[in-house]
């Protein structure tokens, strides 16, 4: 059994980029245990938290895809994706100077991530702190 579940947490989180697509081919709520066993497995597990933040955005839990993000900084400060997609959480909650903070910081660590660009930009007709 056990190793079966870990068949299944290694498929889920080496799913790379396009893993939210786990999410249109499984009900989240499935995605989001199998996720929650990997991060039993290996609370580390970067991948894990990223791609549980990205399953709970897909159900529209906003705050607790926060909360997944957040662990993912903490495992790795330097990781843009998960600065970017914090941004874009906290926009969804109308939190925009600290969704901007967010970005600028996805966007100092990797200044070529065009997208926490875009958003950012986009972000700026609500807040003025938008400069970096």
Same mark, same amino acid.
């Given at each position: ?39 039993? +497995?290996?609370?580390?597990? $970067? ?7 990205? #399953? /709970?955005? =897909?159900?529209? &839990? ?25 941004? +874009?959480?906290?926009?969804? $909650? ?7 903070? #967010? /970005?600028? =910081?996805?966007? &100092? ?24």
């Amino acid at each position: 059994m056990l190793s079966r579940d870990r068949r299944r947490v290694d498929e889920v989180t080496n799913f790379g980029q396009s893993r939210i697509r786990a999410c249109e081919i499984s009900p989240v709520h499935e995605v989001i245990k199998v996720y929650d066993g990997a991060i039993e +497995i290996n609370p580390q597990n $970067l991948t894990a938290w990223n791609g549980k933040g990205l #399953a /709970l955005y =897909k159900s529209n &839990k906003y705050d607790e895809t926060i909360t997944a993000y957040d662990k993912a900084i903490e495992i790795n400060p330097q990781y843009p994706k998960a600065w970017y997609l914090k941004g +874009i959480d906290l926009r969804k $909650l109308g939190k925009f100077r600290e969704a901007v903070t #967010a /970005l600028n =910081k996805a966007i &100092k660590i990797g200044p070529h991530h065009s997208r926490a660009w875009y958003n950012k930009n986009n972000l700026s007709k609500y807040t003025k702190s938008a400069s970096l």
